[in-house]
């Protein structure tokens, strides 16, 4: 790379937001941060604000912009609060941002991030599944360039031919099956949120650690490889490879399959985003085939993990099918981790809220903003009503 790259992170504060933070500044004088976002974390955001000499930190908690202004007084870096606000920093035109809010809370600062027409590098699969054609069309319309962060995802962008598009028969995303893919089904009924976050692999914010645990995360993936690959969902399979070397295939018309591996860090797509069109060093590990000795794969368990047939449903439905999905199983996960439900009601809350709801197609933001409200309006009353 030769070009300094400015840069803007979105959730700077999560898992992704920090990998991302310490590819950046593995790199001195190749990237100069503009804006990180956080929604309550103050001193984790003003930390990497004087870290990274960032030019803006934004906090969504309105309630804590006096503390964020005292931790970065004196620094001449300006600060913003609430949600507007970061909307606002994802608009200040960076060349590439980072969306890795968690949830459909990130659907706002991600459109306005499109609207500059630069590049988005893309975690936040919540906001995809959401308001996926909206988004999809937003960034065309604005000439902005989708770089998939998710590993899967950017497993398949680095093995699509693009020369050749119409040769791709179907595209195979892998899943580690998450920590409880041999535990005992009664067992896993009562998984509690520190057992559910424990990821065999990968080390994850929490609400993408209880998503692997139920595989909803691979359902949200599935209709998110629908929107980035306009793949139709015959043609998107999910294979079981509990050693997360491979992550993820596509298959050809001839029969070739190609796939891209890697060790379990995501500091590897996203130096992939950050440098694309090229290519830069990271210090993460080699792997070492020889040592790892042997791939597995097996079909998944389709009533160990439930939520993947329902993700499925969804998005062959189309409509507000996914964002209800989405935002039932935001609130369902929201309330297992504090304690409210159990790990074995997260699906069927969802399964419920979906029965239950069924609004026309959304044709506007807007639109998924108030269905994505509703859903979770439904998710509680279930919890309340039903499942307590
Ligand atoms: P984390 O929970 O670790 O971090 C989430 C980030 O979003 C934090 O900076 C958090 O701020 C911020 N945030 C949360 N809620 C809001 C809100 N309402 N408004 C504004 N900011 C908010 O999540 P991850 O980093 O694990 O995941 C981020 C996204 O990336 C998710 O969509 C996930 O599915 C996706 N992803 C993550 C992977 C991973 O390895 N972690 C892999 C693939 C995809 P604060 O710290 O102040 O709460
Ligand atoms: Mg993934």
């Avoid at 999809?136 to 989708?146: E, M, P, S, V």
């Amino acid at each position: 790379m030769t070009a300094c790259k400015t840069v803007t992170i979105l959730g700077a504060t999560g898992s992704v937001g920090q990998s991302t933070l310490d590819l950046i500044q593995r790199s001195p004088g190749i990237f100069s941060v503009e804006a990180l976002t956080a929604r309550s974390d103050v001193e984790g955001l003003a930390k990497a604000a004087r870290a990274s000499s960032a030019k803006c930190a934004v906090i969504a908690d309105t309630a804590r912009f006096q503390d964020l202004k005292d931790a970065l007084a004196g620094t001449g870096i300006e600060v913003g609060a609430g949600e507007d606000a970061i909307a606002d920093a994802a608009r200040r035109g960076a060349d590439w941002t980072m969306a890795a809010i968690v949830g459909c809370a990130g659907l706002m600062p991600v459109m306005a991030a499109l609207e500059g027409g630069k590049t988005l590098a893309f975690a936040n699969k919540e906001a995809l599944v959401s308001a996926g054609s909206l988004m999809i069309d937003a960034a065309k319309r604005h000439g902005a360039t989708l770089l998939p962060v998710d590993s899967e995802h950017n497993a398949i962008f680095q093995c699509l031919d693009r020369s050749a598009p119409k040769g791709v028969s179907r595209i195979i995303l892998t899943a580690s099956g998450g920590p409880f893919r041999t535990t005992p089904l009664d067992e896993m009924a009562r998984a509690t949120p520190a057992q559910a976050v424990a990821h065999p692999n990968w080390s994850m914010g929490a609400k993408i650690s209880v998503d692997s645990a139920t595989m909803m995360n691979k359902g949200l993936e599935l209709i998110e490889a629908h929107h980035l690959f306009a793949m139709p969902a015959d043609r998107l399979d999910v294979v079981i490879h509990p050693q997360s070397v491979i992550h993820s295939m596509v298959e050809y018309i001839d029969g070739s399959v190609l796939a891209q591996l890697g060790p379990a860090d995501m500091r590897i797509p996203i130096a992939h985003t950050l440098a694309w069109p090229e290519r830069m060093d990271t210090p993460c590990e080699r792997i070492d085939l020889a040592a790892i000795g042997r791939l597995d794969f097996t079909a998944p368990d389709v009533l160990r993990f439930p939520a993947l047939k329902l993700a499925r449903d969804a998005m062959v439905a189309g409509g507000a099918a996914p964002a209800i999905l989405n935002a039932a199983n935001e609130a369902a996960v929201a309330a297992f981790l504090a304690g409210e439900i159990g790990f074995g009601n997260i699906v069927t809350v969802v399964a419920r809220v979906l029965d239950r709801y069924a609004p026309d197609e959304p044709l506007s933001l807007p639109d998924v903003l108030a269905i994505d409200k509703e859903a979770r309006r439904i998710a509680l009353a279930v919890m309340e009503s039903v499942i307590a």
